[in-house]
């Protein structure tokens, strides 16, 4: 088993990891930029180390930094957590050859699925329902003008290096084409390095279903359901559930499956994410695999009652897994809404500033995942999650009901959050029947102005 991790990340999700290392036995040390010296979880670790000063890319996108971290501080792993440069291939390959566990999957199996296209191509030959679109990414609007009218339009270009919406344009019709290439070619230049852009039909009306999966180093992987994740913004989601209200125990069967394959072509271990389209008649596609923990995972975790980040560092460590496919459960409905600081009322306007009072919702089946204490001060140098709160029901009225109770419960004053969309989203009728969408936020922002 592993002794010493090193946490290269921040905020709630530093805090979640450094209570499985701590349940695991393992020793903690927290990489913190000088934004976060007074963090809680640098409080709860057994030691810190500052990584640099507040701009990310100078602390904990700065690899020399955290993994200097590690090695003065005797650490023999290093968790990623999500975002900054947990999908890094380099990232991990240079943990490697310092000698230090990474806590994920190999690093060339995390480069092939950071290429949005070639993890397409990944997938399709393993014989996963893959979204119809280019086998490959294309170089001039010619080849983009043919393959959009062999699909029909509308279609969307996304960028190779891009994932999780970043760099994605939807092109309406045919005179749209060339600007909509240059500009994509040139934004995934700028953001990700590679103007590389692959072209995928549009689903205007689809939901967004992701498939967790586990793998251990010796070719076993499960999967552990799906979780339901439409309500976007912006390509941030809003609001996570498990299971979904359009999947049943006989599709669940067949995207586990078709997840547990692709995963298993790929010989992934650790915890992975399979993202999903499905269309209005429940037809699914492949879109992206994310090959990190994601920021949504609690809500499979008390639907399974599994612990996904001790997983994480058990697998790292060489454990096999102990429970087999029969052995998953989905019970009840879990529900997360992320707390971010932003102003609902003002375009979601990021906020920061000092948390005079966090008094966060409890009783029966509430979780709060966060990094906030009162007198906390936000830093503005960051991504805006406050609080994950998460709910189980034993159904997904008693879910929606509990979510309500706790949203109503939870104090934090001195910034603005996004609490009372939240709420109004959980009294919406469309979103109270399970009636939810891609296009669903769209529609109830709307809405909400009239
Ligand atoms: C799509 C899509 C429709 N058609 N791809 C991918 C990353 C995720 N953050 C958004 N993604 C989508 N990819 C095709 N071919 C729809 C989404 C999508 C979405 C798009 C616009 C507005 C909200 C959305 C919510 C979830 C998924």
Redesign the pocket.
């Known amino acids: 088993m592993l002794e010493k991790v090193l946490i290269a990340n921040r905020g709630e999700i530093a805090v979640r990891i450094v209570r499985a290392c701590h349940e695991l036995g393992l020793q903690t040390v927290v990489a913190y930029s000088e934004a976060d010296r007074d963090s809680l979880a640098v409080r709860l670790s057994d030691e810190a180390v500052c990584i640099g000063p507040p701009p990310a890319a100078k602390s904990y996108l700065h690899a020399p930094s955290l993994i200097s971290a590690a090695l003065i501080s005797g650490c023999d792993a290093v968790h990623p957590g999500y975002g900054f440069l947990s999908e890094n291939p380099y990232f991990a390959e240079i943990i490697k050859q310092c000698g230090l566990t990474y806590i994920g999957p190999e690093p060339d199996v995390i480069a092939i699925m950071g290429d949005k296209a070639a993890a397409r191509a990944a997938m399709r030959d393993a014989g996963l329902p893959v979204?119809p679109g280019s086998e490959q990414t294309i170089n001039t609007v010619d080849e983009a003008r043919e393959l959009a009218a062999g699909m029909g339009y509308p279609v969307?270009l996304k960028a190779a290096a891009g994932g999780?919406?970043r760099g994605?344009r939807i092109v309406p019709d045919e005179a749209e084409l060339p600007r909509a290439f240059a500009t994509a070619k040139a934004e995934a230049e700028a953001a990700f390095g590679s103007g590389a852009l692959y072209m995928?039909?549009?689903?205007p009306v689809?939901r967004?279903i992701e498939i967790q999966v586990l793998g251990d180093n010796y070719g076993n992987v499960i999967h552990l359901g799906e979780r339901e994740?439409?309500i976007?913004r912006r390509?941030q989601k809003l609001l996570e559930e498990a299971p979904s209200t359009v999947v049943d125990a006989e599709l669940r069967e067949r995207m586990g499956a078709a997840a547990v394959a692709g995963a298993k072509t790929i010989n992934y271990t650790g915890v992975g994410t399979m993202?999903f389209?499905m269309d209005p008649q429940g037809n699914y596609y492949f879109?992206?695999m994310n090959t990190r923990i994601q920021v949504e995972h609690p809500v499979t975790e008390w639907v399974t009652g599994l612990d996904l980040v001790k997983w994480q560092l058990r697998v790292a460590a060489g454990e096999r897994l102990t429970l087999q496919q029969a052995d998953v459960r989905m019970t009840g409905h879990a529900i997360e809404c992320r707390v971010n600081a932003e102003d609902p009322a003002r375009d979601f306007m990021p906020q920061a500033g000092e948390v005079d009072l966090f008094l966060p919702p409890g009783g029966p089946g509430v979780r709060i995942d966060s990094h906030l204490y009162s007198s906390y001060v936000v830093p503005p140098n960051y991504d805006s999650l406050l609080a994950k709160i998460i709910v189980w029901g034993a159904d997904r009225a008693e879910a929606i009901t509990r979510m309500q109770r706790a949203l109503d419960e939870c104090i934090i004053t001195g910034v603005k959050t996004t609490i009372p969309f939240q709420q109004a989203l959980l009294e919406d009728a469309n979103y109270r029947r399970g009636d939810v969408s891609?296009r669903y936020?769209n529609e109830f922002i709307e809405r909400q102005k009239q």
Do not use: V, Y
Request: hydrophobic share 45%; aromatic share 4%.
């Open positions: 979204m969307l999780g919406g994605m995928e039909k549009f689903l689809a967004h994740c439409s976007q390509h993202e389209l879109i992206e891609t936020l």
